[in-house]
Structures are given as C-alpha cells and as structure tokens.
C-alpha cells in the first residue's frame, strides 16, 4: 500500500492557531514537506516547529521570487517527485501550508501532481482572512450581503468593478500594489482597515490612511460598504 498525501493548514502565524488534529498529525508525522523561498527559512515550518521530532524526514521546495511561473512549476515538479518516492514506501506526508492548505495555499499544485497515483487528505485551517477580521474585530458579511476576496496584483478597472459589484471586500497580496490600491479607493471614496501580520506579536490594524507606503507580503485590506443595519448599530 501507498502512502498517504495530507495538506495541512497550519494558520495565519500564531502557533496556538494550529488546529488540534494538525497537533496530532504533526506529532506522530515521519516526513514533512513545504515550500520556501530560497535562501529563506520556512514560515510555515516555524509555526508547528514545537511539535516536530528530531528524527523527521523534510523535503523543503525552494521556490524563486519571480513573476515567471516556468521556475516555480519545475520546481513542484522536482518536489512531487521527492514526495511520491516516500510514499511509494507506504509513508504518508504531511505538507505544511500558512493559512488553509486550499486557500491561495502551495498545497493545490502538489495535489495536482500527486492526487492520481496517490489518497489525498486535507486538514484546513484559520485563514489570513479570519485572523485579520479577529484582530481587528471587525464583522465583514451579514445576512445577505456579499464578500469578495480580490489579489491587489490585479488590473484597476477589473478591481473597481468587483468592489462595486461587493458589498464587503478584501484585498491580498498588497506588496509594491498598495500605493496604487490606496488610490484607487481614495478614488471610489472607501475607507479600509489595513492589517499587517496578523496573529502575530507584531502584527497591526490601522486605517489605510495610516498605512505604510509599501507593505509587507503578511498583509491585507478589508473593507465594508456598512449596508446591512446590523453593522452601523
């Protein structure tokens, strides 16, 4: 028998976050996997790292920071490679992932590879998404109203006409984007709250107005039109 291929979201950064059958799987785990950019320790790997043993097998996938995707498509390909080959041997692996292993998460381009020779598992976890909204107590849907959830890297016009289209919006992957994001929204007359790092011991929650010129790659923005009653009580 094969082993088998588990994706397991580790959280938004804060290691009590973890969920309780990650613990447990972390625990009694002989192999992990996750991906890093090269030359950079494992963020993912950081925040379980209490509840690894010393005797774990880890297969670390280098990634390059580059907009190209061809680097980081072989090297999914050389990192499935190395994971079929332990579960070849009956061996499961758990692949660490920040946040939910389906959500933005590396772990779907592993699946991808893997899921026809081998059983797959996935364990979700909290998302960047409920730990923003948590640190900054801030309800973003109720009743009927409608969330998206935008990357800051897309074109201007498509993303004014999904926030116009929304009644409560958030924005990833800020980076370099923010300048242009923050004028955008300046521009359709919103305001946001913007949240770095959340979860963590430096993490922040400000309004955009307040915001740093460019942010880091841990942060998002969440915005909310306030239509429903409930939110402007």
């Known amino acids: 028998m094969t082993g088998k291929l588990i994706g397991l979201g580790v959280g938004p950064g804060d290691p009590e976050l973890l969920t309780l059958k990650g613990a447990r799987l972390l625990r009694r785990a002989t192999t992990i996997a996750y991906v890093a950019l090269h030359d950079v320790p494992s963020f993912a790997r950081s925040i379980v790292a209490t509840h690894l043993r010393p005797t774990l097998q880890e297969i670390r996938i280098d990634l390059t920071m580059t907009e190209a995707r061809e680097p980081a498509q072989k090297a999914y390909d050389t990192g499935a490679e190395a994971i079929a080959k332990v579960l070849e041997r009956g061996e499961d692996v758990i692949c660490l992932c920040e946040g939910d292993a ?7 381009y592993l699946a991808a590879r893997l899921s026809d020779r081998f059983a797959v598992e996935v364990v979700p976890g909290v998302t960047s998404i409920s730990a923003a ?3 900054a107590v801030m309800a973003l849907t109720a009743r009927n109203e409608v969330l998206t959830i935008l990357p800051a890297t897309l074109p201007d016009a498509v993303l004014r006409q999904q926030i116009e289209g929304s ?3 958030v924005i990833m992957k800020l980076g370099r984007h ?3 994001i923050r004028a ?6 919103l305001t946001a709250t913007y949240v770095e790092r959340a979860s963590l011991p430096n993490g922040s929650v400000m309004q955009l107005d307040q915001a740093p010129e460019i942010s880091p790659y841990f942060s998002l923005l969440l ?3 306030g239509n429903d009653p409930w939110l402007n009580r």
């Open 102 to 108: 389906l959500f933005y998460g590396s772990f779907m």
């Open 133 to 135: 909204t948590a640190q």
């Open 167 to 169: 009644d409560s919006i």
């Open 178 to 180: 923010l300048p242009r």
């Open 184 to 189: 955008l929204l300046t521009d359709m007359n």
């Open 223 to 225: 915005i909310t039109k």
